[in-house]
Each structure stands twice: as structure tokens, then as C-alpha cells.
């Protein structure tokens, strides 16, 4: 049962490291200007699996919360592309700061969980927190210029601040 159940998750994560990019924090930071198709690395990292996310516990209820905001989190980068493709940069802006920004921080019992984050994956907590209000800024101005562009380009640095975190970290 244990070791049926332990090669299913080894098949598991080798179709998850087969089908994405390998990332790390760091180069999740850069541009993602191109994707590397099946890479020696990517590879190797399947082929020896080691998952090296840190493991990291929260305490119920507050996991199941986390994830919960997670699945909210994905919701509002839909709501917000929307939002933009039909030049509703208020709502763009709404959605941003009051669910991902430094405002939702409340929203999300920041505080109460942060103290079971490593250091490293507050940083990145605040890390998205922040790159969402700056989105909200830039599309404030489009607003006035019309001009998507630099509202697109915050947008995919807030969505980066979510790969680096994902990359590093998983909860128990
Ligand atoms: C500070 C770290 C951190 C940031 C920033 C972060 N996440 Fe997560 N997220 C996690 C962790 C940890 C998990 C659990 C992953 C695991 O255990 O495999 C998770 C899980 C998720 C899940 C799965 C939820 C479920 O029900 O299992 C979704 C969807 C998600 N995140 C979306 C996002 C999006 C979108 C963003 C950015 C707007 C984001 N996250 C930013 C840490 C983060």
C-alpha cells in the first residue's frame, strides 16, 4: 500500500516536472520571455524526483484557509486579465488591491500566519502583496494614457511573485 502509493506520487511528480518549465525562485524573478522545452535539467529532475520545495506546517484551520485564499488568488488574475480586456482598469485595480494587494493583508490573516513562514517565504508574501499594489498604481495611470502595455507587464510580475513562491514551498 505505502510503496503503491509512494510510486503513484513518483509518477505524479515526474508528469508535473515533465510538463513545466524547471523553475527556480530566481528565475522566476526573470522575464518569461521564452520557455525551455525538455531540458537536460528537467530531466534529470525527473528522473531522480526529489521534490525540493520546503515542506512547511500550518496548524488547521489556518492550512485549509491558506488554500482557500490561494483559489481566490487565481480567481483575481482571471477577474483582473478580464477586467483589463475590457478597459475596466477601476475594477482592475479594485480586484488587485483589495484581494492580492498590501490591503488584502488583513483579508488574509497575514499576521496570524506569518508566523509559521520561514523567513524566506514571508519575503515572498510581501513580495506579492507589493507587486499588486504596484500594479494597481501603473493601471491607474493607463486609465489615463489607454495604455495596456506597462499595466501587462506589472500584471506578469505579480504572477511571477506567485511561481517563485510555488516553487520553493508546500505546505504539509
Ligand atoms: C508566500 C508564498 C505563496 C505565494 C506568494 C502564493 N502562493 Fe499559492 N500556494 C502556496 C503554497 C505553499 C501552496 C500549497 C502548495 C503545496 O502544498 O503543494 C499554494 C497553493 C496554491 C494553489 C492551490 C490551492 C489548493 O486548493 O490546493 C493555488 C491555486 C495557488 N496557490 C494560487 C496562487 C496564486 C495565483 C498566487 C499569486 C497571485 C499565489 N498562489 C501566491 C504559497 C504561495
Redesign the pocket.
Known amino acids: 500500500m505505502e510503496t503503491g502509493a509512494m510510486s503513484m506520487f513518483r509518477v505524479l511528480s515526474a508528469c508535473v516536472m515533465l510538463s513545466l518549465p524547471a523553475v527556480s525562485p530566481s528565475q522566476a524573478q526573470q522575464s518569461t520571455g521564452h520557455q525551455h522545452s525538455m531540458t537536460d535539467h528537467a530531466k534529470h529532475m525527473a528522473a531522480s524526483q526529489a521534490d525540493a520545495?520546503q515542506l512547511?506546517s500550518f496548524p488547521e484551520p489556518l492550512r485549509s484557509h491558506?488554500?482557500?485564499n490561494?483559489?481566490d488568488?487565481?480567481l483575481?488574475?482571471g477577474e483582473i486579465q478580464e477586467a483589463l480586456a475590457r478597459s475596466q482598469f477601476d475594477q482592475a485595480v479594485d480586484i488587485a488591491e483589495q484581494r492580492?494587494g498590501m490591503s488584502s493583508l488583513k483579508l488574509h490573516g497575514a499576521h496570524e500566519v506569518a508566523q509559521f513562514?520561514p523567513k524566506g517565504?514571508?519575503d515572498?508574501?510581501t513580495?506579492?502583496h507589493r507587486s499588486?499594489s504596484q500594479f494597481a498604481t501603473i493601471t491607474k495611470d493607463a486609465s489615463v494614457t489607454g495604455d495596456l502595455k506597462p499595466a501587462l507587464a506589472a500584471l506578469a510580475k505579480?504572477?511571477q511573485?506567485?511561481v517563485?513562491?510555488?516553487a520553493a514551498?508546500?505546505?504539509?
Open positions: 520545495r512547511v491558506t488554500l482557500t490561494m483559489r488568488h487565481l483575481a488574475l492580492l513562514m517565504m514571508q515572498a508574501g513580495a506579492m499588486a505579480v504572477n511573485t506567485c517563485a513562491c510555488h514551498y508546500r505546505l504539509h
